[in-house]
Nanobody
Framework: QVQLVESGGGLVQPGGSLRLSCAAS????????MGWYRQAPGKQRELVAT???????KYADSVAGRFTISGDNPKNTVYLQMNSLEPEDTAVYYC????????????????????WGQGTLVTVSS
């Protein structure tokens, strides 16, 4: 069973910074990609940034240059450093993992479905 646990959300003033963390737990052998999504009140969930185990990153235009995603592959953890935060960044941020290889009774298995965390609230307000 693979689970994602996010941390690091909170209240910050405009222009401030926050760092989110997402740690995957379970009998994980490798995760091909992890990412962050967000959902603001009344809006659809949207992609923020993604990170692959090979080190490739991708950002939404709205956060490029302000947010940085990074990963620690041996720890199955991904981070999102958020700088120059704006009120428009207020949302629940969700961690996502896909392409997961895990161990089950001594066998290597591949999980086809993605895993989501429970979400962490980021509020940008003065």
């Amino acid at each position: 069973q693979v689970q994602l646990v996010e941390s690091g959300g909170g209240l910050v003033q405009p222009g401030g910074s926050l760092r989110l963390s997402c740690a995957a737990s379970g009998s994980i052998l490798r995760i091909n990609a992890m990412g962050w999504y967000r959902q603001a009140p009344g809006k659809q969930r949207e992609l923020v940034a993604t990170y692959t185990s090979g080190g490739s990153t991708k950002y939404a235009d709205s956060v490029a240059g302000r947010f940085t995603i990074s990963g620690d592959n041996p720890k199955n953890t991904v981070y999102l450093q958020m700088n120059s935060l704006e009120p428009e960044d207020t949302a629940v941020y969700y961690c996502n993992a896909g392409g997961i290889y895990y161990s089950d009774s001594g066998q290597t298995r591949y999980r086809y479905s993605e895993v989501w965390g429970q979400g962490t609230l980021v509020t940008v307000s003065s």
